[in-house]
């Protein structure tokens, strides 16, 4: 089963592969110019924008801090773009198959149609090794010497910029068979988002990471996210394994804040392009229109089970112990209270540093409703008390137990409901899922299990099968025998009464 899953993301992994190629031109043009640092190699207006391809991997999800809308993460971005003109095809000599180029092997001037003519002679000296590297005027400094996307992170409010020591800022590489200009770029970003509240604990938030150019505008530049994101992003769904592999395509398994080892999980990875209309003042060289834009939306959702065992577990046990207070002495009116007040009080210090952990909003969130309804209970149970206490000698006793008794499971019953409302998002996440699963499976095993002893006790006991069977014929036959005795009383009565009329005829 693993090995026809891993099939089929290695087959959409090489279909989206087959289409990121389709964005660039068929086939390598050893004729064409070199785009060159001011694009005057790429004409726009015939050729359309420069494509850029992007392609992303999150590395780890360092930190998510609500309370400032910020998160950091380390990601690594691929980037990749066709210049034809500043690359060649590597050639390598038969003798001691050293490593060299059209450049190093022929004097200046000449050109590739000189290398072809020479490897096609009576030596062949020379031949292709079906890679391509740099020329020789762009080996030594590519990034200064060549045409880069100039990308920046819109959105980063510290460590914008990507970590050299780790990067690859220029590559030649074969993309399904097509040579491509590649940089893979490490970010170490702190970004600012907006994040959402109102179903806290069970909230879930878009992580947005916004990459854009500052030199080139939408009409010399176009971002295009690889097609394997797109796709996962449009057909995710995290309750298929296929769609589980494919997210782990684009998220370190190991990472800390990766697949549900941390308060936030990573449950979807989508991307999309938009254009923003950016005006002079703010652009330094004046330059308005409008600028590509690629974000790439990372959805998390917030881990719940920490809060629901710390803080919603024990509010519960104490709202059942509230119950306590409907069963006491109606004459101790300060033993009841007593109860109630210490229940509302460690429902305070538990509600108290949940609502300091969130950001100064005014969001109710879900939470929030929930305690709200915890709070509205205490205080009706400590009313109740209040008049059962006035009314102890006015109303019969038994009366009064009776309507406390009522009140105690009215109470019960709204505490449970305001809880399972409460919980209710949880029957939405994957593990609900998994478990009713689960316990489907166990259920049908232990159906089997209890048929498959039935069967065998009746294969042991092959005997009891003939008692049962000579049980229903004496059964049958007792039927007949009485039904037949039923009849002959009744045909003796019928004989019984004819005699009478004829002695009475005589008579």
């Given amino acids: 089963m693993a090995d026809r899953r891993s099939f089929f993301v290695v087959k959409d ?53 609500t309370s400032a809308q910020t998160f950091k993460l380390k990601l690594i971005l691929n980037l ?3 210049d034809d ?7 390598k000599a038969k003798r001691n198959l050293r490593k060299t180029s059209r450049a190093e092997s022929f004097m200046d001037g000449e050109s590739s149609l000189d290398l072809n003519r020479a490897s096609s002679g009576s030596h062949m000296d020379y031949y292709k090794t079906g890679k391509y590297i740099p020329r020789r005027q762009y080996i030594e400094d590519p990034l200064s010497t060549t045409w880069n996307p100039e990308v920046v992170l819109v959105n980063a409010i510290a460590d914008g910029d990507p970590i050299e020591a780790a990067s690859k800022m220029h590559s030649v590489q074969m993309l399904q068979g097509r040579p491509v200009i590649s940089r893979k770029v490490l970010y170490q970003p702190e970004c600012r988002c907006e994040f959402t509240y109102a179903n806290f604990p069970f909230d879930e938030t878009d992580l947005v990471i916004k990459f854009s150019s500052n030199k080139w505008s939408a009409e010399q530049l176009s971002f295009v996210w690889s097609d394997r994101l797109v796709n996962f ?13 494919m997210l782990k395509q684009g998220v370190d398994v190991n990472a800390i804040g990766g697949l549900g080892q941390s308060e936030f999980e990573i449950i979807q990875v989508r991307v999309e392009t938009v254009e923003k209309d950016v005006n002079s003042m703010q652009r330094y060289d004046n330059t308005e229109g409008a600028f590509s834009e690629a974000h790439l939306i990372i959805r998390v959702r917030r881990d719940p089970y920490s809060y629901l065992l710390r803080v919603g577990f024990v509010s519960e046990l104490l709202m059942v112990l509230e119950v306590m207070s409907f069963l006491t002495d109606r004459g101790e009116l300060s033993d009841r209270f007593s109860i109630s007040g210490t229940i509302f009080l460690a429902m305070v210090s538990l509600y108290g540093p949940m609502a300091d952990a969130l950001p100064k909003v005014s969001v109710v969130t879900r939470v929030d409703k929930w305690h709200l309804g915890n709070f509205a209970l205490l205080f009706a149970s400590n009313i109740e008390n209040l008049i059962f206490f006035m009314l102890r000698d006015v109303i019969n006793e038994r009366l009064l137990l009776y309507f406390e008794l009522l009140l105690a499971s009215i109470y019960l019953y709204l505490v449970v409901k305001n809880l399972l409302w409460f919980i209710q998002p949880l029957s939405k996440r994957d593990e609900w899922s998994v478990a009713i699963d689960l316990f489907e499976e166990n259920l049908e095993s232990l159906k089997e299990k209890m048929t498959g002893s039935e069967t065998r006790a009746a294969k042991l006991r092959p005997w009891a099968t003939s008692d049962s069977k000579r049980q229903e014929s004496i059964a049958r036959l007792r039927a007949v025998l009485k039904t037949a005795s039923t009849l002959k009383k009744m045909a003796g009565k019928e004989k019984s009464g004819r005699n009478g009329v004829s002695s009475m005829k005589s008579e």
């Fill in 13 to 65: 992994l090489n279909s989206s592969m087959a289409y990121d190629v389709g964005n660039f031109p068929e086939a390598y043009d050893i004729t064409a110019p070199p785009v060159g640092t001011d694009m005057a190699g790429h004409d726009t207006f015939l050729l359309g924008p420069k494509v850029v391809l992007l392609d992303s991997f999150i590395v780890d999800l360092l930190n998510v801090d």
């Fill in 85 to 91: 003109g500043t690359i060649e095809p590597e050639t």
């Fill in 80 to 82: 990749d773009w066709v």
């Fill in 233 to 245: 992003g449009k057909n995710a769904s995290l309750r298929k394994t296929r769609s589980k592999s």
